[in-house]
Antibody, heavy 123, light 106 residues
């Protein structure tokens, strides 16, 4: 069965950096695009970033563009999110999520989600 | 950016009743719209994709309709486990989510 396990969350000061990881199993990781989606405490879902199945194309929400970088290592079945210049408004649970479509260039929908990892930006 | 506006913000109904949730897009998204259900402490679950297609394992009481800018999620007869928050999401131009509709027990 599909499993997505995030790690790397924690407390970081404003302006700091953090790297999230997501270990994937139960499907052919290298065939699917992957997303990061976040949810601030008590708030709704916000899409953050998408990476194409082969890593050749990446897309970002305006709110994180230039500060966050999505990447993947298909040899390790792992997705990453490098977060720099963190702000208080980046505080959220970050979900790793699998796209529904294989070999698709841009993001579609999400059919599997991880359990999420909490990032808290606070001094 | 395409903005999705969901209404109502909160819907109070009883088990067995019919629920109708709305999602309106700021510009046409064709049929590129999905619906998700999220329960407290859980990740979201895909219910409907491409406006009207049920995802794998989703009960037939869930249905989606609409195209262009106006979409509806209908739950024909509410079960106790259906009380949750529902989000719409478009993939026509970038990816955005609506702000959610909370479906609560009356």
């Amino acid at each position: 069965q599909v499993q997505l396990v995030e790690s790397g969350g924690g407390v970081v000061q404003p302006g700091g950096s953090l790297r999230l990881s997501c270990a994937a199993s139960g499907f052919t990781f290298s065939s699917y695009g992957m997303h990061w989606v976040r949810q601030a405490p008590g708030k709704g879902l916000e899409w953050v970033a998408f990476i194409r199945y082969d890593g050749s194309n990446k897309y970002y929400a305006d709110s994180v563009k230039g500060r966050f970088t999505i990447s993947r290592d298909n040899s390790k079945n792992t997705l990453y999110l490098q977060m720099n210049s963190l702000r208080a408004e980046d505080t959220a649970v970050y979900y790793c999520a699998k796209d529904t479509r294989n070999y698709y260039g841009s993001g579609s929908y999400v059919d599997y989600w991880g359990q999420g990892t909490l990032v808290t930006v606070s001094s | 950016e395409i903005v999705l506006t969901q209404s109502p913000a909160t819907l109070s109904l009883s088990p067995g009743e019919r629920a109708t949730l709305s999602c309106r897009a700021s510009q046409s998204v064709s049929s590129y719209l999905a619906w998700y259900q999220q329960k407290p402490g859980q990740a979201p679950r895909l219910l409907i994709y491409d406006a009207s297609n049920r995802a794998t394992g989703i009960p037939a009481r869930f249905s989606g309709s609409g195209s262009g800018t106006d979409f509806t999620l209908t739950i024909s007869s509410l079960e106790p486990e259906d009380f949750a928050v529902y989000y719409c999401q478009q993939r026509s131009k970038g990816i955005t989510f609506g702000q959610g509709t909370r479906l609560e027990i009356k």
